[in-house]
């Protein structure tokens, strides 16, 4: 993978789950949230080769 690729990559991660963020902060369903919260832990596995430090504050929003 190129340098560009992994650029892209790492631009659509991140704005994936910056809107998975917003669903889950003003969502009040359990449910609702669990399956937000499975959601983003899948997203953020879609890194390659290293991973960013900016992704720990979403490691700690989707955990269960």
Known sequence: MGIMSEIATENTIKSIVEEIKKDLLSNTNFE???????LGRFVLGQFEWSTPEWVEEYVELFKE
């Not at 609702?32 to 499975?38: D, N, S, W």
């Open 32 to 38: 609702a949230c669990k399956a937000l919260r499975k």
